[in-house]
């Protein structure tokens, strides 16, 4: 339980070593701030970890038994041990690089990431689609599915067709109305297999079968900033609502609209 506000420090064995460490906190990360080097692609700490892409995988030590575990998914405790270094955590690993390099062969990503653990090449069977709108870098992790769902509530795209023809895009490929186009997907993916393009009039998430969302102009500049329907879900929201004035101007706009009324400038 945290004391004065401050979380209990607890002591936990990696690889043969003890550490201070956060109780609760998630495994990864404390090893990522001991620089402890564990490979991981889908941890985004805006979602709960749940391990979907199993690249950081490690063996927890229980009574002189071990289990191979996603550190993500760990959360520290008092006597905690892990095992980062295996022979089997290793090998698991390599095989999980081979099977990445297969599903998503245009990874620039993916191959740097395996080629620091010393695999480039696969023996498995390249995954080549042509046309991909997802540009062959598409591992399948979902965090863009779950952050269009879990944290923006629409929904507009998901897992698609099913076994080895799975793929993450709209349902039936088709212009999904649902997006806000908040490029939110593409923010969290990891292997930057996303692609959007904004042009004067609207945002166009090429990756999801060119769905096209207006943008809104800003009503000083006339410049487009944003898309039109993530701004109004977003001010939707506002209690209080945002002053009229500056409700449809971009951020700069906005800040020197503002920064003027302070210093009592007149405004033009």
Request: hydrophobic share 35%; aromatic share 6%.
């Given at each position: ?15 043969k070593?003890?550490y201070l460490?956060e ?12 620089k402890i080097?564990i ?17 950081c ?5 229980t009574c ?6 996603p550190?993500c ?8 041990e ?16 081979e ?17 620091k ?11 080549i ?16 599915v ?5 944290i923006?509530?629409?929904?507009a795209?998901n897992?698609?067709?099913r ?10 490929y ?9 490029a ?9 297999a ?7 009039k609207?945002?166009?998430m090429r990756s ?5 969302v207006?943008?809104?102009t ?8 944003a ?5 109004h879900e977003i001010?939707?929201?506002?209690d ?25 400038i007149?405004?033009?």
């Amino acid at each position: 339980m945290p004391v004065n506000g401050r979380k209990r420090m607890v002591t936990i064995t990696i690889n043969k070593n003890q550490y201070l460490a956060e109780e609760g906190e998630i495994f990864l990360l404390t090893a990522m701030r001991l620089k402890i080097d564990i490979p991981h692609l889908c941890y985004e700490k805006a979602l709960d970890p749940y391990g979907s892409c199993r690249l950081c995988m490690v063996e927890v030590v229980t009574c002189g038994k071990t289990e191979m575990t996603p550190a993500c998914t760990i959360k520290v405790h008092n006597g905690l041990e892990i095992l980062t270094d295996t022979p089997e955590v290793i090998k698991h690993r390599n095989i999980l690089f081979e099977l990445y390099l297969a599903e998503a062969p245009k990874s620039e990503v993916i191959k740097e990431m395996a080629a620091k653990y010393g695999v480039t090449k696969t023996r498995f069977l390249k995954k080549i689609v042509h046309d991909d709108p997802l540009l062959g870098k598409c591992i399948l992790c979902g965090l863009c599915v779950r952050v269009c769902s879990e944290i923006m509530g629409t929904c507009a795209i998901n897992f698609i067709i099913r076994g080895p023809f799975t793929v993450v895009n709209t349902p039936f490929y088709e212009h999904n109305p649902d997006c806000a186009g908040c490029a939110a997907c593409a923010r969290v993916c990891p292997t930057n297999a996303i692609v959007f393009e904004d042009t004067e009039k609207d945002r166009v998430m090429r990756s999801w079968s060119g769905t096209t969302v207006p943008m809104m102009t800003c009503s000083s500049c006339n410049k487009p900033f944003a898309p039109e329907k993530l701004m109004h879900e977003i001010q939707s929201r506002l209690d209080p609502q945002i002053n009229e004035d500056i409700r449809n101007m971009c951020p700069e706009c906005r800040r020197r609209y503002i920064s003027r009324r302070e210093m009592k400038i007149p405004i033009t």
